[in-house]
């Protein structure tokens, strides 16, 4: 089991960034996919996009051309780059790996 932590929620603005975090994994992080999800309030989980051990990136058409993940595997760390936010992204943000899931962060999206 790995134990994934997300990290880097928080409230921003409409029109805003945020970076989420994704680590836990260790070198696991180079060699599979991590998949990025959200869940809002009421909501089923969403997926969010993907990147692959190729580093090739697939997203949700709802995020295509605001979000973008990438991982630094020095850092043994996969990022969210979330920009122009909108209140629609508003969610607990999980990242997954290998069937396991961390406890999620909160993004919240409001003026």
């Known amino acids: 089991q790995v134990q994934l932590v997300e990290s880097g929620g928080g409230l921003a603005e409409p029109g805003g960034s945020l970076q989420l975090s994704c680590t836990g994994a260790?070198?696991?992080?180079?060699?599979?996919?991590t998949g990025w999800y959200r869940q809002a309030p009421g909501d089923r989980r969403e997926w969010v996009g993907v990147?692959?051990?190729?580093?090739?990136?697939n997203y949700a058409d709802s995020v295509k051309g605001r979000f973008t993940i990438s991982r630094d595997n020095a850092k043994q760390t996969v990022y969210l780059q979330m920009n122009n936010l909108r209140p629609d992204d508003t969610a607990v943000y999980y990242c997954?790996?290998?069937?396991?899931w961390g406890q999620g962060t909160q993004v919240t999206v409001s003026s």
């Open positions: 990147i692959n051990r190729d580093d090739v990136t």
């Open positions: 997954s790996l290998l069937s396991s």
């Open positions: 260790g070198s696991l992080f180079s060699l599979h996919a």
